[in-house]
């Protein structure tokens, strides 16, 4: 079974504070992905990544920063949190982008007040 | 760019009945269309997936068909239970300008069974 781990899995940060979400991957897969849940909006893909020390912006990457310093972890950072960027995050790895089905971590829930 | 479109946000349903989620989606590549369902406070997961045309795709009692014509590939069952009440994305792999693949979901629709 595929294995996806993240930290925190909840956090509350301030507004304009800096905050690092971890994600963690043994999986062996090459690919990916930092999303975040929001009602009515669904998921909506952030950053990817599909090799160790590259990443790719995604749909809504204003705001956030990504990191793969190794093929298992995946950072997603927010240099200066806002309001607006309160949501559920979920990191997911593939074994390759096209036709490989995601698998998904347990997701973190960021509060910024 | 791509598109992935669910018209329903909620759906509600008597426990026995049909149901349908639709689901079309926009790309100038060859699609590749995946439904995933997500319990609540779960992470999501693959429920059914499919890239050929007209051949229907099954697990666990739901079924989709990928319809290239139509760019359509809409999710059903014949009898939903209680357990199915859930949200459901449909979502593509997609091709990018830069000639690489990137996943879109759509907005979800939520599923809601009732006894």
Redo the contacts between chains.
Sequence with gaps: EAAVTQSPRSKVAVTGGKVTLSCHQTNNHDYM?W?RQDT??????IH?S?VADST?K??IPDGYKASRPSQENFSLILELASLSQTAVY?CASSED???A???????TRLTVL | GDSVTQTEGLVTLTKGLPVMLNCTYQTTYSPFLFWYVQHLNEAPKLLLKSSTDNKRTEHQGFYATLHKSSSSFHLQKSSVQLSDSALYFCALSGGTSGGNYKPTFGKGTSLVVHP
């Design positions: 992905y999303y009515g909006h669904g998921l909506r893909l990817y599909y790719e995604g749909d979920f982008w096209v036709y089905e995601q698998f998904f971590g347990p997701g």
